[in-house]
């Protein structure tokens, strides 16, 4: 029969409704979360005590207690007095986390990224879950960290779920490499997942180490459209014997 599991990832927008610019709602974060039934959750653009989104907030630790799961954050930079990056959400134990720092282009003034990644155990199978957010500004920067990224797995014997927002669409560079590595959870006729409203592109994807074996048997992007100015996207496994 074998072992289910269900993940999302969603760039969360520091849980501000694009409807309400001053406004925080880190509620109907964890509604979308909790509703998807997810077990594993890969959130980009998450605040940690920043002036905008709260002092004494630390979003990543906050949604963990929402949601009843273990957390972890990975900075991507510092930003107004606090932190602001990537999270890990896991409904299993989390056994470690690295945060790896990713390339930038000398010629690019971009945004420094990173690649979180976390060891899990999910009903005795041990898992690497990846996460990441990527440069929107240059297609030729991203292309570079997402070379990184391949070579941070290249010699991974565990099963690897990589999830996160590419800010590449699936023809580009980018996603083509990744193709090589891993298997997307949609590779055809898939819903877009940005912007929330009317969305017009693939960014967000989910997707597994090719060697994995792992059978997908649902993707989802679901269509929400207050929380964030991204829409979730949900992919449901089967793994094991």
Request: net charge negative.
């Amino acid at each position: 029969m074998g072992t289910t599991l269900k993940v999302l990832t969603y760039n969360i927008h520091h849980a501000n409704p694009p409807s309400k610019p001053e406004f925080i709602d880190l509620q109907a974060i964890a509604k979308v979360i909790m509703e998807s039934g997810a077990e594993l959750v890969a959130l980009q653009e998450v605040d940690v005590n920043t002036t905008r989104s709260g002092k004494t907030s630390d979003q990543a630790e906050a949604l963990a207690k929402l949601t009843g799961m273990e957390f972890s954050f990975s900075k991507g930079i510092d930003y107004q007095g606090g932190e602001y990056g990537t999270a890990i959400l896991s409904k299993y134990p989390l056994l470690d986390h690295q945060r790896f720092e990713l390339p930038n282009l000398e010629s690019v003034n971009s945004e420094p990224r990173t690649l979180a990644v976390a060891t899990i155990v999910i009903r005795g199978t041990k898992v690497k879950f990846g996460n990441t957010h990527l440069d929107y500004t240059n297609a030729e920067n991203n292309l570079l960290q997402v070379k990184r990224i391949v070579e941070i797995f290249e010699d991974e014997n565990l099963p690897v779920i990589l999830g996160g927002d590419f800010n590449a669409v699936p023809e580009s560079a980018s996603i083509q490499l990744l193709d090589q590595h891993f298997v997307r959870s949609c590779i055809e006729n898939c819903a877009f997942t940005s912007p929330q409203s009317q969305p017009k592109r693939t960014i967000d994807y989910i997707m597994v180490s090719s060697d994995s074996n792992w059978e997908i048997l649902e993707h989802q992007v679901i269509e929400e459209t207050y929380a964030s100015d991204h829409r979730p996207v949900l992919a449901t496994y089967r793994f094991g014997k």
